[in-house]
């Protein structure tokens, strides 16, 4: 008999995500800079909750890359009918978290395609290390986004998708804008703050240090990340 395939959840899947971004070629910030990243993160009506988690875990992501150079992080988000915005690149977590502490959700549909669009316009400018989605829907064409997300890939701008709860629409397409740019993809639940945070400290340290800096992080996540580490070419 065939054994049945494996089963996957959450768990398995973050594990998984944690691989890919130990995975990723080095980040290479210009020389002397911070590393920069994108933060953009749904604030519609449904979000509140996961805001106000996300608005306590910024100061984390500046923390895990202070030795590193540190780290620059525009915040963009999107809510209501047709409002988006976005901050420039701040290196104060304090100054993040104040912003983000400004912002009430509103309902209104999603707007991925802005965020993607205003970290390429980033990536034409200067090196942008990466991009981190953080929501629960996509209601925009996949193929509009995937293409957004393909041309980040060409500027060595990857996308870590993080979605929030179960909708398989939302995790399709999450997955397929994480796939085309070179990024992954990574579930979490909207109760459990400890995964959101290891995921996000995970990206902020690639960001700002690339793949050697995610290894020397310290504490059980990075040892098992570390021993996922492809070795070197060469390496006997």
Not at 34 to 44: E, I, K, N, Q, S
Not at 105 to 129: D, N, Y
Not at 144 to 173: I, K, Q, R, S
Not at 208 to 215: C, I, S, T
């Amino acid at each position: 008999m065939t054994r049945p395939p494996a089963r996957t959840g959450p768990g398995t899947e973050v594990a998984a995500f944690l691989e890919k971004v130990a995975q990723l070629p080095a980040a290479r910030p210009a020389r002397g800079r911070p590393g920069r990243l994108v933060f953009a993160v749904d604030a519609t009506a449904s979000r509140q909750p996961a805001w106000d988690r996300a608005c306590a875990l910024t100061g984390e992501m500046f923390l895990a890359t202070r030795d590193l150079g540190g780290l620059a992080v525009s915040l963009a988000y999107w809510r209501g009918f047709m409002e988006f915005a976005a901050t420039p690149f701040l290196t104060d977590g304090a100054e993040l978290a104040r912003r983000m502490s400004t912002v009430s959700c509103l309902g209104g549909q999603t707007q991925i395609l802005r965020a993607l669009r205003h970290a390429l316009a980033e990536s034409r400018k200067e090196k942008v290390g990466a991009l981190v989605l953080v929501g629960d829907a996509v209601e925009e064409d996949v193929d509009a986004l995937c293409h957004a997300a393909g041309e980040l890939g060409l500027f060595g701008t990857p996308v870590f998708c993080f979605h929030e709860g179960a909708n398989p629409v939302a995790g399709n397409a999450f997955r397929q804008i994480a796939k085309v740019s070179g990024g992954a993809y990574a579930p979490f639940d909207s109760a459990a703050a400890e995964t959101l945070r290891e995921l996000l400290r995970a990206v902020a340290v690639y960001a700002a240090g690339g793949r050697a800096a995610l290894a020397a992080l310290p504490g059980a996540t990075a040892a098992r990340i570390a021993g996922q580490l492809p070795r070197p070419k060469g390496a006997s």
